[in-house]
């Protein structure tokens, strides 16, 4: 099963995005989601991540301006991203948990850029 991360592209700053990642077939016993991203020179870093109770985190950097949620039935995690601005600028990861009787996997998505000019 692989994690298909789409959305990105070029936006001018303040600016929306929305990021989708889905995965390719059914991942058992996902308990966790979320949306890191690695700007140029940077460190990868969690944005938002959202729990399988439903409760979110979001970092202070994109608070009130990015909304993560997801699609159950589908598998599927949304990053709605709005009044970008040029730190914004990254490749957006997805990452999925999967808690089973057989132990931890994450996977993760091949990422996708996000350009936000000025």
């Known amino acids: 099963v692989q994690l298909q991360a789409s959305g990105g592209g070029l936006v001018q700053a303040g600016g929306s995005l929305r990021l989708s990642c889905a995965a390719s077939?059914?991942?058992?016993?996902?308990?966790?989601m979320g949306w890191y991203r690695q700007g140029p020179g940077k460190q990868r870093e969690l944005v938002a991540s959202?729990?399988?109770?439903?409760?979110?985190f979001h970092a202070d950097s994109v608070k009130g301006r990015f909304t993560i949620s997801r699609d159950n039935a589908k598998n599927t995690v949304y990053l709605q991203m709005n009044s970008l601005k040029p730190e914004d600028t990254a490749v957006y990861l997805c990452?999925?948990?999967?808690?089973?009787?057989?132990?931890?996997?994450?996977?993760w998505g091949q990422g996708t850029l996000v350009t936000v000019s000025s």
């Open positions: 959202i729990f399988s109770g439903g409760s979110t």
């Open positions: 990452k999925f948990r999967s808690t089973t009787s057989s132990g931890v996997k994450d996977y």
């Open positions: 077939g059914i991942i058992f016993g996902v308990n966790y």
